[in-house]
């Protein structure tokens, strides 16, 4: 989760946020809204984008547009790769999955990002594929106490 939605809510600027849960923030509690499936992003025009799915081994070696730590997505994602035993070329970090969009269609990279964030991008030369085995991500309401 990004630093934003705590420390605007630390100082009073807000009161909720959307977040990705867990939070790992103290000061904040999040209420779970909706689970969605990871999805992989890539350019349109990048040899993987003609399959119906990816899965981790068809990504090894490829660049990859990551989260930083310790964002629970990027701990999972790393976590995930590292059991199957893949390496990816990690290029590039970024806060905010829009920004990981936005990296890979520069062609900085393929990754994975939430459907939300994919719903926004549709058409804009990216290709969103599911992605296997099945990384839940939750989304939900972030309060201060």
Not at 7 to 17: F, L, Q, T
Not at 86 to 99: A, K
Request: proline letters at 8%; hydrophobic letters at 40%.
């Amino acid at each position: 989760m990004p630093d934003s939605m705590p420390r605007a809510s630390g100082v009073e600027r807000c009161d909720v946020g959307f977040v990705i849960l867990p939070t790992s923030h103290s000061s904040t509690h999040g209420e779970r809204l909706i689970s969605t499936r990871m999805v992989c992003v890539m350019p349109s025009d990048h040899p993987l984008a003609k399959r119906k799915r990816i899965r981790p081994a068809d990504l090894a070696g490829e660049r990859f547009v990551s989260h930083p730590y310790p964002l629970e997505s990027r701990l999972h994602i790393d976590a995930l790769f590292a059991s199957y035993g893949i390496e990816r070329r990690l290029q590039v970090e970024t806060q905010v999955s829009v920004g990981v969009c936005a990296m890979v269609a520069t062609g900085l990279g393929v990754s994975l990002v939430d459907p939300i964030t994919a719903l926004e991008h549709r058409g804009g030369g990216l290709t969103f594929l599911p992605f296997e085995p099945v990384m839940v991500m939750d989304h939900g309401s972030g309060r201060r106490e």
